[in-house]
């Protein structure tokens, strides 16, 4: 049974830092690459950030870029999103979504099949 289990949300200030985990288990097939999504209220999903497992290469939204770095630990099965300089409108329900199609990154949620429950991020004062 594929699972994905997101942790490390929670309330911080403005321009504080957290860091976020993925860890995944249960995968017959491999997956290729690893990307975290957020979903604020009222809002789309929107992709934020994706690495692929092989090599490490990423890609990030032009919003994080600079402030949000992602990382895996292919020992741990386990994906992490570092998050700095932290703003309000970074408040949102952070997903990590896994994708066993295809090589070539992107924050498109429809390329990734296998998603966690989220866990909630928000900044405020």
């Known amino acids: 049974q594929v699972q994905l289990v997101e942790s490390g949300g929670g309330l911080v200030q403005p321009g504080g830092s957290l860091r976020l985990s993925c860890a995944a288990s249960?995968?017959?097939?491999?997956?290729?690459?690893i990307g975290w999504f957020r979903q604020a209220p009222g809002k789309e999903r929107e992709g934020v950030s994706s690495?692929?497992?092989?090599?490490?290469?990423?890609i990030y939204a032009e919003s994080v870029k600079g402030r949000f770095t992602i990382s895996r630990d292919n020992a741990r099965n386990t994906v992490y999103l570092q998050m700095n300089s932290l703003k309000p409108e970074d408040t949102a329900v952070y997903y990590c979504?896994?994708?066993?199609?295809?090589?070539?990154?992107?924050?498109?949620?429809?390329?990734?099949?296998?998603w966690g429950q989220g866990t909630q991020v928000t900044v405020s004062s």
């Open positions: 979504a896994a994708s066993s199609s295809g090589t070539i990154l992107g924050l498109g949620p429809q390329a990734y099949a296998y």
């Open positions: 249960g995968f017959t097939n491999p997956y290729y690459k």
């Open positions: 690495i692929r497992v092989s090599d490490g290469s990423t």
